[in-house]
């Protein structure tokens, strides 16, 4: 009898033994998936949304050599001036951890890959609560402004026997001081404040590519031929846009992107931000001179705003008003912004959701490449960078993107509205579609990435995008 009933009372011990560490395991298990679901809602739920603004002047203070076209062009003249905008944006969750961005809008070609690590650096250790990594630039492609590195465009540029010319090494050391000053600036300046949204239309970007009956494409190519086919590709006339606003709903800035390269006066020897200099004076007659104004151009690779067919009648219309071409296009793209402000002003929001992820990922060279006449940046990895505030997603790309790869981005995106960002990060050539390589032509024969690498950026955008909803 007390054999059995010390066995008895080991087996019932043995028995609560083993369902205790169960409910110890199933609590941890609980109390684990209860503080990763804790940490997931904190990230999607609406925080205070901080801003902060700033611009810097980096017109060059010589002449320098012109990049964008293929030939050399030494500037005469200043025109208008350079400008580079800085928008930081900031949220704080409860447990103390934010979520960062710095976003930096250019007057110049392209960014080098170089030159956004190189601002990376100096602003690290002026701004110790802010994630460097969390900091993109972009262009808007003006081709009246210099480069930055020295023999990038293979000696078409060189100005090492041209007295009193800024080299672009020169120039880039510039740029990178005036604008490390007005990111530390942006940065340290935001302040708690709003954000609301609108969707408006300007005819501004028009695709640049002829085709003909034979199956070959031109870019600019004569649409008065008698072999003339058709444009190639599509056109996108929408005007994106981002209000920002500070106490008592005063606007401070405005991101605006359009799928549309600032190459209106591309050939001119002179230093100019080209249309986006109208635009920002358009916009500032029209509302405060106090607002910030953010470009951004959306996937653009076969789009420009110069006119293919139609041309009379447009340049009658346009001296009716007595505007330039790069005033009517500021026009269209104002009358856009303040169409969309009076919806945009009733839909503020202080408290929003930001999260911002920073993806590096490698993409398939085309085979066989052919390089084109300017150096570029690897793309084993790219960088690209995706945002999410409110209903609104951003996605960057270092490339002259087709159109059509952004629109398929757009079109598979969860977000209310999609904002892509070419020419960001870094330089990796034109990016053409399988249609545009086989009408071949410039912007369509030498490139680093094809249409199989393009795929893999839209798939790998999408699914960053969609994951930021999920």
């Given at each position: 009898m007390v054999y059995k009933t010390v066995i008895w009372t080991l087996l019932h011990f043995c028995i609560l033994s083993v369902f205790g560490c169960q409910n110890m395991a199933r609590k941890s298990t609980v109390e684990a998936t209860q503080q990763a679901g804790a940490a997931m809602e904190e990230q999607s739920t609406e925080q205070t949304l901080y801003v902060g603004w700033a611009s810097a002047d980096i017109t060059p203070q010589q002449p320098v050599a012109l990049v964008g076209q293929m030939r050399k062009r030494i500037s005469q003249s200043v025109l208008d001036p350079l400008t580079a905008t800085v928008?930081?944006?900031?949220?704080?969750?409860?447990?103390?951890?934010?979520?960062?961005?710095?976003?930096?809008?250019?007057?110049v070609v392209y960014i080098r890959k170089p030159i956004q690590q190189r601002l990376r650096v100096l602003i690290k250790h002026r701004l110790p609560d802010f994630d460097t990594d969390k900091l993109f630039m972009n262009a808007t492609h003006t081709h009246t402004a210099p480069g930055f590195i020295d023999g990038a465009f293979y000696g078409l540029y060189d100005v090492s026997q041209d007295e009193g010319v800024m080299k672009a090494s020169e120039y880039a050391s510039f740029f990178l001081e005036r604008i490390s000053e007005a990111v530390v600036e942006a940065w340290r300046s935001r302040q708690p404040g709003g954000m609301s949204w609108a969707l408006g239309h300007a005819v501004v970007g028009l695709n640049r590519r002829a085709h003909y009956f034979d199956?070959?494409?031109?870019?600019?190519?004569?649409?008065?031929?008698?072999?003339?086919?058709?444009?190639?590709?599509?056109?996108?006339?929408a005007v994106e846009m981002l209000f920002f606003w500070?106490?008592?709903?005063?606007?401070?800035?405005?991101?605006?992107?359009?799928?549309?390269?600032s190459q209106e006066t591309e050939g001119l020897s002179v230093i100019s931000a080209d249309f986006w200099h109208d635009t920002r004076k358009e916009i500032r007659n029209r509302l405060s001179d106090d607002v910030f104004v953010f470009p951004q151009c959306a996937a653009a690779g076969d789009i420009s705003p110069h006119r293919m067919f139609r041309e009379k009648a447009e340049d009658v219309m346009r001296e009716r008003r007595g505007l330039s071409w790069r005033q009517e296009i500021a026009r269209r793209i104002a009358n856009a912004v303040e169409d969309g402000l009076v919806s945009a002003k009733s839909e503020i929001q202080t408290n929003t959701i930001l999260k911002h992820v920073v993806a590096r990922i490698d993409l398939p060279v085309h085979e066989p490449s052919a390089l084109p006449f300017y150096e570029t940046?690897?793309?084993?990895?790219?960088?690209?960078?995706?945002?999410?505030?409110?209903?609104?997603?951003?996605?960057t790309n270092p490339f002259e993107l087709y159109l059509d790869y952004g629109i398929r981005i757009k079109a598979r995106s969860k977000a209310v509205l999609t904002f892509l960002v070419q020419l960001s990060c870094q330089e990796s050539g034109y990016l053409p579609t399988e249609k545009a390589i086989r009408g071949g032509g410039y912007s369509a024969d030498k490139f680093i990435v094809g249409?199989?690498?393009?795929?893999?950026?839209?798939?790998e955008t999408v699914k960053r995008i969609n994951a930021m909803w999920d």
């Open positions: 928008l930081a944006l900031e949220t704080r969750g409860e447990n103390g951890k934010p979520e960062q961005a710095i976003m930096v809008s250019c007057d199956g070959s494409s031109v870019m600019y190519g004569s649409t008065q031929k008698d072999n003339f086919s058709n444009i190639e590709g599509y056109e996108d006339h500070g106490p008592g709903q005063v606007l401070t800035g405005i991101v605006i992107n359009l799928a549309c390269p940046d690897s793309v084993k990895p790219i960088e690209f960078h995706v945002i999410r505030l409110g209903d609104i997603a951003l996605a249409p199989q690498g393009g795929q893999v950026l839209v798939d």
